[in-house]
Structure formats: structure tokens, C-alpha cells
């Protein structure tokens, strides 16, 4: 099989590997000239540790990991008023920023894949036996199945399935990461900072510390996840008070080129197929916060690959789907639930919050 990827992120780099390894051809096309390189540490657990390991990059993901083992929660003045233990003592999962997943699952699919960045598809054409495409650049080609790893904002799913509106719900929360160049203390602990409805938090990553903002708004109109200006003047409005490191982080969301924001969303579809074209990873099931998109790409592309390679699409696609919803399902309902605890929307909550983590073991 012929199969174009859209998305040269996590599980489209996961899924050009597998099927390499099955026999099949390959291309992934993404609309960036280079990867990205903003965004929180993700994390890679349960299933997805084992799709490494035979990956064989394990080693490496564990190499860039983080040593994060604590989360620790600070007051407008910067002293501690609760926290908690982060990660499994174990070993049972890694912790590594978003850009190093990313590159290292790239780079062990390149020597069996085509990539092609900088170009987008522009249109989708399919018939019985394949499906022709169009690409941004004017080049015409066809392949056997097409496959949207192209995220949140999925052109795979649009041209195939409908306007983002029709499945992708805001969850009433905003994100934004950047790269952090100040100074983070402890290698070991993520510093959070709360007020009603928001938060700001430095993670000091692997030697290259990431700054994040969380907070809860309603849908914004006409918000577009690429408008970077508007992006810093939310950011502005939204922590306006001179609290904790606040003024030295939004000097750096002014002067950065690298800052990443979005909406946090939920992606739902009666069926992740329409013909030869899938979705996989999060443009089928989005669950965009606290880390395990990453783990839920890595085992989506992992169980694709390996159904395409057992039997034809007609029947492979939904042995894929029903698979797969089955981890993505209870994934969707989580997010909603640790939001409500990190991000509290009244003082009351972030003080019973606090003293609760300072009175209890926490896993």
C-alpha cells in the first residue's frame, strides 16, 4: 500500500515507522518548514512505552527525559502553600518535552519514509481504489489511503469530514507555552502559581525550562490559533498583576517567536473514517492537555499500522477505530477532571486545594 500521512508530529512519525516495518510505502506531508519547537513536556506511558521500546528508541526518550519528580504550589509572593509527588517512581513512564518526542520519533521514521515539509494538501479526490491529491505546491499525486495526523486543527479532517464546528468543542480553557530563559532553581520541581480561574507555571525540562499559562475564558469569536499578536494580548490581559514571576514571564511572551497558544478542545466524530481517508492521533480524538495526546498518538499509529498490515482497509480501518476508542474514551473524561483541580476557578478552592495536598499523600 501507497499511504499519505498528514503531520509529521508524534503519531504521524510513529505511524511512518510502522508501516515501513509492515511492508508499506510511506509519505508524510507537513505544512511547516521545520518542527516545533514550543510546547509542554508530554508524557509516554502504558502502551506507548512498549511501542518505543520496539522502536527502539527508548533509550533515547529516557536519555531526554526530564527529572521532574514534584509539583509544588506558590502564593503571590512566591512561597510554597502545597503540592504534590509527580511521576512514577518506577520508571513505568517517561516525561520529555514535546519537541524531543517529537524529533526522536522522526528521525527513527525518516530513513523509511518520505517527508515533505513545507507543503499542505489542498484537496482530496477519492474513488474506489485510492484517492487523488493535490498539494498547496501545484504537484498531483495518488495514494492508497490517506491518514490526518495533523492535529487539533485537522486539513485532513475538513476537506474530508466537515468544518472544524462539527466536532471540536472548547472546554472553556485557554493554553500557552514558551520557551523559559530565566532562572529555575530546581531541576526536580514544577512551580505553579494560582489565581481564580488561572495559572502560570515554570517546568524546568531537561536543562531547557518551558513556561505555561492556563486559564479559563469562553469561547473567544473569531479566534485563530496562528494570530500571534492577539495571542500576547490575551496573555497581557489575563495576567495582568505583578504576582510572583509574572512580570519576567510576559517580558518574555513580548519578545519570544516561539510561543504557542490554543484553545483546549475536544475532539469527537461518530466515525474516524470516510472512505480511504482516517484520522488518527489528535485530529480523531483530542484530549490536548496534561500529556497523554502524546501516549494516545503513539498507540493509535502503533494499532493502525498493525491492522493495515493485517487486512484490507475496508475491514482494518474499523478493527483500528474500535480498538483504539476504547483508550481514548476514558482519556477525554480525565482531562476535564484534572483541570478542575489545577485550574480553580475561586480562592475557597485554591486554599482547601492547598491544604489538602499538604495533609494527604498524593499519588
Known amino acids: 500500500m501507497n499511504i499519505l500521512i498528514s503531520g509529521a508530529g508524534i503519531a504521524g512519525s510513529t505511524l511512518a515507522y510502522w508501516l515501513a516495518r509492515h511492508g508499506m510505502s510511506a509519505t508524510v506531508v507537513e505544512r511547516s518548514a521545520r518542527q516545533r519547537s514550543s510546547g509542554s513536556p508530554v508524557d509516554v506511558r502504558g502502551h506507548a512505552v512498549e511501542v518505543a521500546e520496539r522502536m527502539g528508541v527508548l533509550p533515547r526518550l529516557r536519555e531526554a527525559a526530564t527529572r521532574v519528580n514534584r509539583m509544588s504550589f506558590v502564593d503571590a509572593a512566591g512561597r510554597r502553600v502545597g503540592g504534590m509527588r509527580v511521576g512514577r517512581p518506577d520508571g513505568g513512564e517517561v516525561e520529555l518535552r514535546r519537541t524531543d518526542l517529537a524529533g526522536i520519533l522522526t528521525a527513527a521514521a525518516r530513513d523509511h519514509a518520505e517527508f515533505v515539509y513545507g507543503d499542505s494538501i489542498a484537496s482530496l479526490t477519492q474513488d474506489g481504489g485510492g484517492v487523488d491529491v493535490e498539494f498547496d505546491s501545484g504537484t498531483r499525486r495518488r495514494f492508497d489511503l490517506v ?3 495533523d492535529g487539533l486543527h485537522s486539513n485532513v479532517r475538513r476537506l474530508a469530514f466537515g468544518p472544524e464546528s462539527r466536532f471540536v468543542r472548547h472546554l472553556g480553557l485557554y493554553v500557552a507555552t514558551l520557551p523559559f530563559t530565566g532562572r529555575v532553581p530546581d531541576p526536580s520541581e514544577v512551580v505553579m502559581y494560582n489565581a481564580p480561574g488561572r495559572s502560570a507555571t515554570l517546568h524546568p525540562s531537561n536543562g531547557e525550562a518551558v513556561a505555561a499559562f492556563i486559564f479559563h475564558a469562553p469561547t473567544l469569536p473569531g479566534f485563530d490559533h496562528r494570530d500571534t499578536g492577539r495571542h500576547r494580548r490575551l496573555l497581557h490581559t489575563a495576567y495582568p498583576e505583578p504576582a510572583w514571576r509574572l512580570p519576567e514571564l510576559m517580558e518574555q ?5 516561539d510561543l ?17 481517508v482516517t484520522l488518527v492521533g489528535d485530529a480523531a480524538s483530542s484530549v490536548s ?14 494499532t493502525l499500522a498493525a491492522e493495515l498490515a493485517a487486512d484490507t482497509t475496508t475491514t482494518a480501518l474499523p478493527r483500528y477505530e474500535h480498538r483504539h476508542r476504547t483508550l481514548a474514551g ?4 480525565h482531562v476535564t ?3 478542575r483541580l489545577l485550574i480553580l476557578k475561586t480562592r475557597y478552592g485554591l486554599t482547601t486545594r ?3 495536598t499538604r495533609l494527604l499523600p498524593t499519588p
Open 330 to 333: 476514558p482519556r477525554q473524561r
Open 354 to 356: 492547598n491544604l489538602l
Open 289 to 302: 492537555l496534561f500529556g497523554d495526546g502524546s501516549t494516545l498518538a503513539m498507540s493509535a499509529a502503533y
Open 337 to 339: 477532571m484534572v483541570s
Open 253 to 257: 511572551v513580548a519578545a519570544t517567536d
Open 147 to 149: 491518514v490526518g495526523a
Open 260 to 276: 504557542f497558544f490554543d484553545a483546549v478542545s475536544r475532539v469527537r466524530l461518530d466515525t474516524w473514517t470516510a472512505g480511504r
